[in-house]
């Protein structure tokens, strides 16, 4: 089975530009978070979505958003990039079965968005 | 605010030794915690994870030990291996499982 898909992995941006990036879960996967790594911040977790809807939010600006589409692929954009928007952005789905109990995440390799 | 926290930022163990790292945190209401390993280049691989209503929990070379009284998190690796060395991160999650909040990160180094 395939893991999970981050497009592109590398990508230099000005400040003051948007940025899109891309998630493909693991298949029968539904559930998609984002993550965003720093060395300053550490890992720090964005947003979750769940058939299609948001499901939980971190404390991120609204700069920061995402949707899910119909076959849970995931795309995440972020609006009027900063310097300090400089990260790894990680992907990661879960087969959420019961929504009652932590499911497993699968991590992608990350998209490396250096903002210059 | 909450946070999870880490010990040591490095640990260095010989191959073939148990390896310990440790991990403190500071929400209560946290429903489960879980241990996560990153090599350099790749996304974080879950190692395993202990709900809170637990105290112990085993899996393949690895023991996650939680001691609520003194919120504290344990993870052991029995027969440290060379394919050990990463950075290892314990994790946490309350009110959404799948909201996960990280710790810092310990990095250990198996000397071969």
């Known amino acids: 089975k395939a893991g999970v898909t981050q497009t592109p992995r590398y990508l230099i941006k000005t400040r003051g530009q948007q940025v899109t990036l891309s998630c493909s879960p693991i298949?029968?996967?539904?559930?998609v978070s984002w993550y965003q790594q720093t060395p300053g911040q550490g890992l720090q977790f964005l947003f979750e979505?769940?058939?299609?809807?948001?499901?939980n939010k971190g404390n991120f600006p609204g700069r920061f958003s995402g949707r899910q589409f119909s076959n849970s692929r995931s795309e995440m954009n972020v609006s009027t990039l900063e310097l300090g928007d400089s990260a790894l952005y990680l992907c990661?789905?879960?087969?959420?079965?019961?929504?009652?109990?932590?499911?497993?995440?699968?991590f992608g390799p990350g998209t490396r968005l250096t903002v210059l | 605010g909450e946070s999870v926290g880490l010990h040591l930022p490095t640990l260095s163990v010989q191959e073939g030794d148990n390896s310990i790292i440790n991990c403190a945190y500071s929400?209560?209401?946290?429903?489960?915690f879980i241990w996560y390993k990153q090599e350099s280049g790749k996304g974080p691989q879950f190692i395993i994870d202990?709900?809170?209503?637990?105290d112990k929990r085993q899996g393949q070379r690895v023991t996650v030990l939680l001691n609520k009284t003194v919120k504290h998190l344990s993870l052991q690796i029995a027969a440290t291996q060379p394919g050990d060395s990463a950075v290892y991160f314990c994790?946490?999650?309350?009110?959404?499982?799948?909201?996960?909040?990280f710790g810092t990160g310990t990095k250990l180094q198996v000397i071969p």
């Open positions: 202990i709900r809170s209503n637990m």
């Open positions: 990661a789905s879960s087969l959420v079965g019961q929504v009652s109990s932590y499911n497993e995440q699968f």
């Open positions: 929400n209560s209401a946290s429903d489960y």
């Open positions: 994790a946490e999650t309350s009110g959404g499982y799948q909201k996960v909040t």
């Open positions: 298949s029968g996967h539904r559930s």
């Open positions: 979505y769940f058939s299609e809807t948001q499901r």
